[in-house]
């Protein structure tokens, strides 16, 4: 791995030197490095770039890391991820995706994921992005995860866009069965011109299946955000949709939450708040001595945390 693909697996996924247990580390479209643990197995696809990661099932408190890096400009790379979880194992995977550009021509991360957890699996999914780099071509990552939840399955992602993509498209799908969970907690970053869409589109078949899903964002500069989404209850179920957005210089948000009661126990719920930082959070602050660049800054990072 060059020193670029060091740092950058270092911020999205707290790569120290090595990781412990099985993992993949993918580098401007090959693989970087690759290791199997006793209990997750991970091998390349043979009809499509990309990994089958098996985890067998009670398989419990270990991490597969599976970090993608782009280094340089005139890289488009896509990769098809699937993850089989075994009937009541417990896991974390992290997935982070950096990419660097110091070039002119656009520089391109998509990674589309596919998780099948059996029944009673449960799994922890982080997901880190960020774009670097000085040069004109673009960083763009655009991400797909397809998730199916079988009964009593439970699926957390914490995704993160850390800053420096100038371009992102994320695409989220699940189906749950009954009395699964999923719980989505996206937060973005966007300045300058830069631009991010998220789609969620959930659907609950299954009785008393659950979903939480809250976007946090900030826009900053003249960037602009989109964020859709549609929970669909089939059954007796319960969703929850929020969306708070904080808008800074020219910023700009859309958002557009729905819901579809298919059932006459379908409990849906949405929210969408989209505003600018308050002055009296900027005015305390700096009596406090910080100056209104260091105040806003501060607000921010509170927000997204």
């Given amino acids: ?21 099985a993992f993949n580390i993918r580098e401007n479209g090959e ?5 199997s643990s006793e209990n997750i197995h991970i091998d390349s696809k043979t009809d499509a770039p990309g990994l089958i990661i098996r985890v067998r099932p009670g398989t419990k408190g270990e991490t597969v890391y599976i970090p993608a890096c782009v280094t340089h400009g005139g890289v488009d790379d896509l990769v098809y991820n ?24 656009e520089a391109r991360h998509n990674g589309i994921h596919r998780f099948f957890l059996e029944k009673g699996a449960r799994v922890r999914y982080e997901e880190k992005h960020l774009g670097t780099g ?16 079988a009964a009593d399955a ?27 969970k999923l719980i989505v907690r996206e937060r973005l970053l966007t300045d300058g011109h830069e631009t991010a869409q998220s789609d969620f589109e959930v659907v609950m078949e299954g009785e008393d299946s659950k979903v939480d899903l809250i976007s946090r964002s900030v826009a900053k500069g003249f960037s602009r955000q989109a964020f859709h989404s549609n929970i669909r209850g089939l059954s007796r179920c319960s969703g929850h949709s929020e969306c708070d957005a904080i808008l800074a210089d020219h910023g700009s948000v859309i958002a557009t939450p729905a819901l579809e ?4 126990d379908a409990e849906l719920i949405h929210e969408a ?30 927000f997204l945390k």
């Fill in 154 to 180: 439970y699926l957390e992602m914490d995704t993160v866009q850390l800053g420096g993509v100038e371009s992102t498209v994320r695409k989220t799908t699940a189906r749950l069965a009954e009395r699964a």
């Fill in 1 to 21: 791995m060059n020193k670029i693909t060091d740092e950058l697996l270092r911020m999205v996924s707290g790569f120290s030197g090595a990781f412990k247990g």
């Fill in 261 to 264: 009661a298919n059932h006459l």
């Fill in 82 to 105: 699937d993850f089989f979880v075994g009937e009541g194992a417990d896991i974390v995977i992290v997935a982070g995706c950096g990419v660097h550009n110091d070039d002119e021509e």
């Fill in 31 to 35: 693989c970087a490095g690759r290791q």
């Fill in 134 to 149: 000085k040069g004109g071509g673009a960083r763009r990552i655009d991400p797909v995860t397809d998730i199916h939840l």
């Fill in 273 to 302: 708040a989209i505003g600018k930082i308050a002055g009296e959070q900027l005015l305390k602050l700096r009596t406090l001595g910080l100056t209104e660049e260091e105040a806003e800054q501060r607000i921010i990072a509170g």
